[in-house]
């Protein structure tokens, strides 16, 4: 649907995948017109704008960005470039909010010297025990994504905000304004003040000579926790919507919408009509859009009941132990699930034993329970004590 164009409404439920209904579309997006319109590829602007409520969805977006498009080993370029093109450039993402680095009409030196400091703390470890936390902080995305961190500081000592062409990520304000990322994840409030202040105009400048440079050019917005923005707050942020096509030269049909939630009702036609509403209202729709409604199927489970855990084991168990490092967690995990049945003996990795508890957890009575009370609901632990261990004191 996405890549026909259509705009998208996605429900369904917390961790059943809802990035990844805007994420394939975004890369499907930037990879056909890299591939298919070479000169437009080769212009800066805006292809991607993800908007977020608040500041930690930003940062949650942004680190699996590093882990996606700014992956450390590269993979994701030389794969961007076998399907578009050896000589394409490589596609960049930045998060412009009030926590990067730094509001100000100009750079000043002391302040690129601390960020410099910064930078340098987070990517280049100082002694031998601190570089396999690096090495992990850089596989959970946690830090920046540049081609070459040393360069970039070493210009940054000079208060010069350049980016590297193979550079995914543009960290500072000064970056963006000067080279417009293709994906901006940024808040409502921001995006207000980027359309008012003058210090950004070139950012929307080369965004409105994109799309002018061909019609088939349509921005791609996408509005995650869509429900957040009911009442006054969303008719805030369909006045922003609407301000942005001003700045931008364009009208709704240049601007395909990816809405994302957990919560919206789907018991009836009324409540399919009411969602369809909202989402016009929302996304500045003068005439109605219809938006393709995709939701969640709830897994059922009934039935799968196999095993029970004995309350001994896990009251004998050490809950901090299935959190040590990998060697001990894995250790720990052996030890508990080997005196159970329906335990594959023959599992002996880490990873393994991660994915077979996937699978299998909810053959168990405590999990099994757990699941069941949680799904959906918001239950106190109380009720979750005593539903789950109905023989055992709170």
């Known amino acids: ?28 997006k930037l990879a056909i017109e890299a591939r298919n319109s070479k000169q437009s590829w080769s212009m800066r602007g805006i292809r991607t704008i993800i908007l977020y409520p608040m500041n930690a969805l930003v940062s949650d977006q942004i680190s699996r960005l590093r882990r996606m498009i700014g992956d450390p080993k590269n993979k994701f370029p030389s794969i961007f470039r076998d399907v578009c093109g050896n000589n394409v450039r490589r596609p960049q993402f930045g998060m412009y909010t009030g926590r990067t680095p730094y509001p100000g009409e100009e750079p000043i030196a002391k302040y690129d010297k601390a960020l410099g400091k910064t930078l340098s703390e987070i990517s280049f470890p100082q002694e031998d025990s601190e570089t396999e936390f690096m090495q992990k902080l850089l596989h959970e995305g946690k830090i920046p994504a540049k081609a070459d961190m040393r360069a970039f500081l070493e210009r940054l000592h000079e208060s010069r905000h350049i980016p590297n062409e193979e550079d995914a990520e543009l960290i500072t304000r000064f970056e963006m304004q000067q080279f417009c990322p293709d994906i901006l994840i940024t808040n409502y409030s921001m995006l207000e003040y980027m359309l008012l202040r003058p210090r950004e105009q070139k ?82 729709s003068d005439k109605a859009t219809r938006f393709c409604y995709l939701t969640g199927e709830r ?7 196999k095993y029970d855990i004995p309350a001994e084991l896990l009251l004998g168990s050490d809950p901090s132990q299935f959190e040590d490092k990998d060697d001990l967690k894995l250790s720990a995990l052996l030890s508990f699930w080997r005196q159970l049945e329906g335990f594959d003996q023959n599992i002996n990795s880490l990873e393994a034993i991660c994915n077979w508890m996937y699978d299998n957890l909810v053959y168990y009575r405590p999990f099994h329970e757990l699941i069941k009370y949680c799904r959906g609901n918001a239950v106190s632990l109380g009720e979750l004590s005593y539903g789950i261990f109905p023989d055992l004191s709170q």
């Not at 890549?3 to 961790?15: H, I, P």
């Not at 709704?252 to 919206?264: G, H, P, Y």
């Not at 897994?299 to 009941?305: A, F, K, S």
């Open 1 to 28: 649907a996405a890549v026909a164009g259509k705009d998208l409404f996605v429900s369904t439920g917390t961790g059943s995948g809802k990035t990844e209904c805007f994420m394939w579309p975004l890369l499907a």
């Open 299 to 305: 897994e059922v489970i009934d039935g799968q009941l």
């Open 203 to 284: 950012i929307w400048d080369d965004t409105r000579k994109w799309l002018a440079s061909n019609n088939e050019n349509k921005l791609l917005f996408v509005i995650d926790e869509a429900h957040m923005y009911r009442g006054s707050s969303g008719g805030e942020v369909a006045l922003l919507i609407r301000r942005l096509f001003h700045k931008l030269g364009i009208s709704r049909d240049r601007v395909q919408f990816i809405l994302t939630t957990a919560s919206m009702p789907n018991k009836n036609q009324q409540d399919v009509d009411s969602v369809m509403k909202f989402a016009n209202e929302l996304t500045a």
